[in-house]
């Protein structure tokens, strides 16, 4: 009896002390340090259940360490059990320690608590953290450890900027851009190689080009950054700015070391690429992305670009196997309902596009490029309230990009609003001084008013930007320019002038029937009657319902008869033909016009001042052609859509 009572102590006894708070000696040395470096490899090897596991344990084996705690807290984060993470913080009064806060803002910013977010990241013990006027929170921490004895696995400086960083996230989702803008900058200046803060601030376009360039030459690069460090980050900062603001190969074939060794790096080629999208060189481009994603399917920066490259070179096929792999795979993301909403919108099917792109919205309507594309499915179809109302949501997500304030002075100039055309026009000028597009889009609002030497100044400095892309080869949007400036130089009776222009058009897309009638006119001006007859021979074998052709070539057969006669002159005063229609005669068919129909003048020199007043009785008057229509919005945009689109 004595020994079974000995033994009953003895149990008793190890009850006793595994009741108390304190692990026992053994336990405080290796075997805590083992387990806090197999739940640190758990997270390393991606295996947060195991860590989820080990971490619980591990906080009851140290007496419950802030330490451990933080550790179980990532854990939980990483097994997207987010509720749990905000659980644990609040109840044991953790938010009084920034990393702590960062943790539990960032769980409901996943689960799409925003103001909640918000509320965690603003509130706090520490003035530098928390705005005017909010409540402190008065906890005091139940458990041991210190903020300076825990190991957070970032500096002080760092845990700052990723502070910052989630509040513009926060904010930007609030649609509150001015204060994400600001905490975006402060990101970049406490860390200058938080990226996702740059990328923000760039992808999203909430800066200018000019605000850009500024903060790129305000960053601390030099005071956080060795020498080579330093140089790293300008570089790959440099080449994600603006790329429309560059239409020469600027920087393409630098000899610097490091451009050379980043040239072979993926992110470094779509730069590249993105700038040759911009510039029209679509081929070029799609060489380059298609080449990417064959390397890396789903490589996210090179998406929304490849997207918006197929959409521009009509390749729907591909198109429709790249958005199928999309949704099979990552339904979840924007991009992949932009992909099937471009497909629909490339082959013309407009109503089926705009429900996919509402899905792309409907996951993120932050997403500018999706509004963008919806603009364009409502514009084709004529559809001119609900096309500027997408355009206009999407300068407000956009705007340090101006694609969008040019596709509503587009929409204004098609239903003949030229003041308002050219008020946005302008502003999209402000935010992209050098793009070609605006510049042509002004010259075609300005050839709209009749003032046709203001027309010839924009449309010149837009041949000018692309002038270093006449080494290469030409797309054929550039065309509609070309045929522009000869209507500009025909309307200032520049004639010779006009045809050498027409026929650098007609070079770009040979065939086109309106460029052939706008040849034949300007030979009717220049009296050349056998060529203007053959050129309007030409374009009625492409398009034999064009009315005015029809009368232009009666016209120029007439006047040949005639002059093998009698004298050229005295025939042409007596020149008398029906009222035609003019519309195709100043132009070309791109689908959508931005240019109103506009008279003729009928001042001329002799000898062909009454021909100029005949052009006049013929009809209604020229139409300019939209260089525009055929860029999209970047980025992507593109364009994209940026798709920019871009």
Partial sequence: MLMVHERRLCVLGRMESMDSTTPPSSLKGGLIQKLRSMVKQCIDCSQYGNAVFWADKLITLSNEDVQDYYTLCRALFCNNQYKRCTHIIKQHGFERFPAFRLLASRCHYELREWQTALDILEGGDYLKYSAPGKPKPRRTPKKSGDSKSVDWGMRECQIESCIHLMMGKVYEALENRGLAVNNFREALRHDVMCYEAFERLVQHHLLTSAEEQELLESLPISEQCSADEGELVTLLYMNKLKKYQRVSDHGRHSSNHLSLCLARNCETQIDWAERLFYNCQYQQCYTITRGILRKDPFFMPCLLLHISVLVELSKANELFSLAHNLIDYHPEWALSWLAVGCYYYLIGKQDPARRYLMRAINIDRMFGPCWLINGHSFAVEGEHDQAMAAYFTATKLMRGLHLPLLYIGLEYGITSNLTLADKFANEALAIAPDDPCTLHELGVIAFNNNEFESADRFFQSALQKIHPLEKEVLTHKWEPLFNNIGHVHRKLERYREALELHERALALVPNNPATLSAIGLVQCYLLRWDEAIVSFH????????????????????????????????????????????????????????????????????SPVKNFNRLLTELGEGDHMEDLTEDFPPSETTNSSIEIDFL
């Fill in 538 to 605: 030409q374009a009625l074998a492409l398009k034999r319902e064009d009315s005015f052709t029809v009368a232009m070539l009666k016209v120029a057969i007439d006047r040949l008869v005639a002059t093998s006669h009698t004298s050229l002159l005295a025939n042409f005063e007596d020149v008398d033909v029906a009222s035609l229609s003019m519309a195709n005669a100043g132009g070309l068919a791109t689908g959508r016009r931005v240019s109103a129909t506009m008279t003729p003048s009928a001042t001329g020199v």
